[in-house]
């Protein structure tokens, strides 16, 4: 197992481990399932601040979700960066320009979730998340497709 698959591995891992604390304990305890970095189609300053709200409310459930957006996404991000950049390494310096990119990105929703918890204005917290979302969502996809594609080329050319 080479080093980038490792890494993809762990990041595949976390990622899970994400996907399973919202959707098993935070979604069910919120209004509508409603999770901000995961609303592609956007939504009221209004929900934000509802989900603001029952967040600061909800005891473990709160405090694991800011842990997610404190801890455990960003272990994501950076296992997701590295594999990037691993992937791509035929072009280093566009790769690591496009990992420091999402990086930047995904911790910027991060911090604006974090905000709009915090006490920040959450009519604010939506007006720029929205875009912020969106642009992580897309350059996610974007790199992990561009990755897998670079690697199953790798590993072709290394079967001739």
Do not use: H
């Given at each position: 197992?080479?080093?980038?698959?490792?890494?993809?591995?762990?990041?595949?891992?976390?990622?899970?481990?994400?996907?399973?604390?919202?959707?098993?304990?935070?979604?069910?305890?919120?209004?509508?399932?409603?999770?901000?970095?995961?609303?592609?189609?956007?939504?009221?300053?209004?929900?934000?601040?509802?989900?603001?709200?029952?967040?600061?409310?909800?005891?473990?459930?709160?405090?694991?979700?800011?842990?997610?957006?404190?801890?455990?996404?960003?272990?994501?991000?950076?296992?997701?960066?590295?594999?990037?950049?691993?992937?791509?390494?035929?072009?280093?310096?566009?790769?690591?320009?496009?990992?420091?990119?999402?990086?930047?990105?995904?911790?910027?929703e991060n911090g604006l979730?974090?905000?709009?918890?915090?006490?920040?204005?959450?009519?604010?917290?939506?007006?720029?998340?929205?875009?912020?979302?969106?642009?992580?969502?897309?350059?996610?996809?974007?790199?992990?497709?561009?990755?897998?594609?670079?690697?199953?080329?790798r590993m072709a050319e290394?079967?001739?």
């Amino acid at each position: 197992m080479t080093t980038q698959t490792r890494i993809g591995a762990a990041a595949v891992l976390v990622f899970v481990l994400m996907v399973v604390l919202n959707n098993a304990f935070v979604a069910p305890a919120v209004t509508g399932g409603f999770l901000p970095q995961s609303a592609l189609m956007g939504y009221p300053p209004e929900q934000l601040a509802r989900f603001v709200d029952e967040i600061g409310g909800l005891g473990w459930i709160g405090g694991a979700y800011r842990a997610e957006l404190v801890v455990i996404d960003p272990i994501f991000i950076g296992l997701f960066a590295l594999w990037v950049s691993l992937a791509l390494r035929a072009a280093p310096k566009a790769a690591l320009a496009l990992a420091l990119v999402y990086t930047c990105v995904d911790l910027t929703e991060n911090g604006l979730l974090l905000w709009a918890l915090s006490g920040g204005d959450p009519a604010a917290a939506a007006t720029l998340l929205l875009p912020v979302t969106r642009v992580k969502l897309g350059l996610a996809a974007l790199l992990f497709l561009a990755g897998r594609a670079a690697t199953r080329r790798r590993m072709a050319e290394a079967g001739r």
